[in-house]
């Protein structure tokens, strides 16, 4: 089987793609024959090591000081090979999604992972590509606008950034939750910010909607603090997805000011999280965008790509 690794920290030349054994599953563990997988900003943050200012050397030392010491591969999409020793609850040839997560495993043709782990069945609905899109940015937005944020109904959420994996998430999970929702992202992505869900679209290279908004979901950070204040409502929430080290402390240190609140970090991708953006699914209140889709062997042009922050959607690559 065809396997990805990073040989450096570095651009999408320092990917590699080697032969390896098939692995066989041990007691309590499922192999999965990958069919898609996504490429995410997130693997391309951890590839280049290039992170929002000051996070830097958590990262490095968090995967490693010299080269990135994890497995290309976030999530997957794919179906049960086979079952380790005492496996119950999966099936050979069952459609299933899930995450490798942090320390990645997931770009390769199968993939073992423990049957309590973050696998689960995929949806009818859904079909192998939409289900690797389906987790990086739909968590982050459920996690953000329901748990943190707590957008409520007729509530009006601006999303910053409207179009790719977590802002096209953000703007189907706010309307879902009966917001109104504007969005900016630029021109050439306007129809699908609208198809997506938003009601008002304008292009974030020029000045800001005027609001009042009672919620901002700014994407790639690029308001700031100090562009979002003046557009919140009283009791207002600023939801700073990408933010340097400094924004992160202080958002932690001093979260309401003037009655609003600032809100950063990074969301949890544990399986109840993974459970609740399926039941959001199916009761129709998300459903990925599906961006570009390349053959696995063009895992560094699709690295490259993520790393633009100009996708739209989720860009899925496809193992068959
Ligand atoms: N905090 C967390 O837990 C968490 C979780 C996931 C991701 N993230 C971070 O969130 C960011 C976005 O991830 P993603 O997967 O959604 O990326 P993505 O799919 O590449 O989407 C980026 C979005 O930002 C827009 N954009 C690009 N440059 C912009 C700018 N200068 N000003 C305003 N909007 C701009 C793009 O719009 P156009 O394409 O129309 O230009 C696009 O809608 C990344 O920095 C990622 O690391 C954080």
């Given at each position: 089987m065809r396997v990805a690794s990073y040989t450096?920290?570095?651009?999408?030349?320092t990917i590699v793609i080697r032969e390896a054994a098939v692995p066989v599953p041990a007691a309590g563990e499922v192999l999965v024959r990958v069919h898609a997988a996504p490429v995410t900003a997130g693997d391309a943050r951890l590839r280049s090591g290039?992170?929002?200012?000051?996070?830097g050397p958590m990262l490095r030392l968090a995967i490693g000081?010299?080269?990135?010491?994890v497995a290309p591969g976030w999530a997957f999409s794919g179906e049960v090979a086979a079952l380790g020793p005492g496996v119950a609850g999966f099936t050979p040839g069952q459609r299933v999604f899930g995450l490798t997560g942090f320390?990645?495993?997931?770009?390769?043709?199968h993939l073992v992972i423990r049957a309590d782990g973050r696998i689960l069945p995929l949806p009818e609905t859904l079909n192998h590509l939409t289900g690797a899109a389906f987790f990086f940015g739909g968590l982050t937005a459920a996690e953000f606008l329901?748990?943190?944020?707590k957008l409520a109904p007729g509530e009006r959420l601006l999303v910053c950034g409207?179009?790719?994996a977590v802002g096209g998430a953000a703007v189907q999970i706010g309307r879902h939750l009966g917001a109104e929702v504007s969005a900016t992202a630029s021109h050439v992505n306007h129809p699908l910010a609208r198809d997506l869900g938003a009601e008002a679209v304008t292009d974030y290279?020029?000045?800001?909607?005027?609001g009042p908004f009672d919620v901002i979901l700014d994407v790639m950070g690029r308001l700031g603090r100090a562009g979002a204040w003046p557009l919140l409502a009283p009791g207002g929430r600023y939801v700073q997805i990408t933010a340097s080290l400094a924004e992160f402390l202080g958002a932690s240190l001093r979260p309401v000011r003037e009655g609003r609140r600032i809100i950063t970090g990074s969301n949890k991708d544990d399986l109840p999280s993974m459970r609740r953006l399926v039941a959001l699914h199916r009761a129709g209140g998300y459903t990925p965008a599906l961006g570009p889709v390349l053959p696995f062997e063009r895992l560094a042009e699709a690295h490259a790509i993520a790393e633009s922050?100009?996708?739209?959607g989720n860009l899925v690559v496809t193992m068959d």
């Open positions: 450096a920290y570095g651009g999408p030349e290039r992170v929002p200012r000051g996070l000081l010299t080269r990135p010491r320390k990645g495993g997931a770009h390769r043709d329901i748990d943190r944020a409207a179009t790719g290279r020029d000045a800001p909607p005027p922050f100009h996708k739209p």
